[in-house]
């Protein structure tokens, strides 16, 4: 078990049953009363191409501790609240998060939506400040990412050249994690969410 970061696909954003019906209904109806258009996670349904990349599965493995920290430092407080908050990332720029009234995986109460290209610029300054190794793959199957910080690649690469991303495999993987996220979701046209 544990906890998931995926991406949703066109045809359960609106799904009723097993669906996120009851997010993406409120989430129009703040859109529209920003002016906004709403939001309709593409337009068809379309079959995902095992290791093509259209989908994006990585597993929450590491305690989110160092990551926090690494924040506090680089960012402000609002942008710590913000890139460490949020439970649905959506594929366009908001200037602010949405918070809904609909339970999330985190919470029972709330959900706080931001947008990936937001999130994305955050992750890169991060990403630069901790000097995340090019290596870092981008996922093209589920758990690319994790795998690759779990089970080795990044231990050796650590071993063979350290650097400040080094210092924090944990606080890396986060950094990581949000980046291709927040890469996926812009690139893709595809909302993520916590599962």
């Known amino acids: 078990m544990g906890v998931y970061l995926v991406s949703v696909a066109a045809d359960e954003w609106f799904g009723e049953e097993d669906g996120w019906a009851e997010l993406a209904t409120p989430l129009n109806h703040e859109l529209r009363q920003r002016g906004l258009p709403p939001y309709d996670s593409g337009s068809e349904a379309t079959a995902v191409v095992h290791g093509s990349g259209q989908a994006f599965e990585e597993k929450l493995t590491y305690p989110m501790d160092g ?6 430092r680089h ?3 609002e942008d710590v609240e913000t890139f460490c908050g949020w439970t649905v990332l959506v594929p366009f720029s908001l200037d602010e998060v949405i918070r809904l009234p609909v339970g999330s995986a985190y919470t029972e109460s709330s959900t706080m939506v931001a947008g990936a ?15 995340l190794p090019g290596e870092t ?3 093209r199957e589920n758990l690319d990412l994790t795998a690759w910080f779990r089970d080795g690649p990044a231990q050796e690469l650590a071993a063979a050249r350290p650097g400040p991303w080094s210092e924090d495999l944990g606080a890396a993987f986060y950094v990581a994690l949000f980046l291709r ?15």
């Open 67 to 72: 990551f926090e920290a690494l924040c506090r």
């Open 75 to 77: 960012l402000s407080e």
């Open 117 to 131: 290209p937001q999130v994305e610029a955050t992750a890169e300054r991060l990403a630069r400040a901790i000097e």
């Open 137 to 139: 793959p981008s996922p």
């Open 181 to 195: 996220a927040a890469q996926h979701s812009v690139r893709r046209g595809c909302p993520l969410t916590y599962i």
